[in-house]
């Protein structure tokens, strides 16, 4: 193991503001100049500070075209799960674990949400539910509606084969690929949230794509032509 790093002390604010004005040097230089140099290295030839600010200009436009478009495949996702998991088991069917396939990711579920309805505890139609209505629970269509987006992520990942498929096909797709795509966008989706590098990023969470759609296919098609 080669010698350790000694972390830098705090630029200071006065200095930053001088040179980055309002983006600080980590999230700026840090985040965006990799790949424009070697591990330890200096910067190839033709690398300009500018050149760094560009990419990072870019992401920003390119996080804000992706956030709207996230938006509202999670808005559709959460009425159409929600809507199913109502109309087949009862606005509160989602206590019950034997509507999932994993009972101990749904007593962990249980307790996130309740975690998730506290944080929300002012919102005006969690407080009608909560002293309004017998036992103060939410239904499932309000309930989704506190979920993050990686909980709603999880929740139909732990919904029964069955089910999956009944709710992915009102997408026109395969349960599984639907299951890696909202595991994948509600990845990227908090990149976008916590105004994160998408530009050139290794994603941990990656799509399932139709065979016609991964390299190989695209590779094949463009020979058959």
């Given amino acids: 193991m080669g010698e350790q790093k000694i972390h830098q002390p705090p630029m200071p604010i006065e200095e930053q503001v001088e040179k980055l004005n309002d983006i600080s040097y980590f999230r700026l230089i840090k985040a965006y100049s990799l790949n424009l140099k070697p591990r330890n290295g200096n910067y190839y030839t033709g690398v300009t500070f500018e050149h760094i600010v560009e990419l990072y200009l870019l992401n920003s436009n390119f996080r804000q075209l992706i956030f709207p478009e996230i938006e509202k495949v999670e808005i559709n996702v959460r009425c159409r799960i929600s809507n199913f998991f109502a109309e087949n088991y009862g606005v509160l069917g989602y206590y019950d674990s034997d509507k999932f396939i994993n009972p101990e990711y749904h007593k962990s579920f249980l307790k996130d949400i309740e975690a998730e309805i506290y944080r929300n505890s002012k919102a005006p139609f969690v407080k009608n539910f909560r002293e ?13 509606e506190v979920f993050s987006f990686g ?15 009944i709710v992915a096909k009102l997408f026109c797709v395969g349960y599984t690929y639907l299951e890696s795509w909202l595991e994948s966008i509600a990845y990227v989706r908090n990149i976008c949230a916590h105004y994160g590098r998408l530009y050139n990023a290794k994603l941990a969470k990656t799509p399932i794509l139709y065979k016609e759609y991964s390299k190989a296919g695209i590779r094949n098609m463009r020979v058959s032509k």
């Fill in 132 to 144: 309004n209505y017998e036992g103060g629970q939410l239904p499932i269509y309000a309930l989704v």
């Fill in 151 to 165: 909980t709603l992520s999880k929740f139909y990942k732990n919904m029964k084969n069955g089910d999956k498929k």
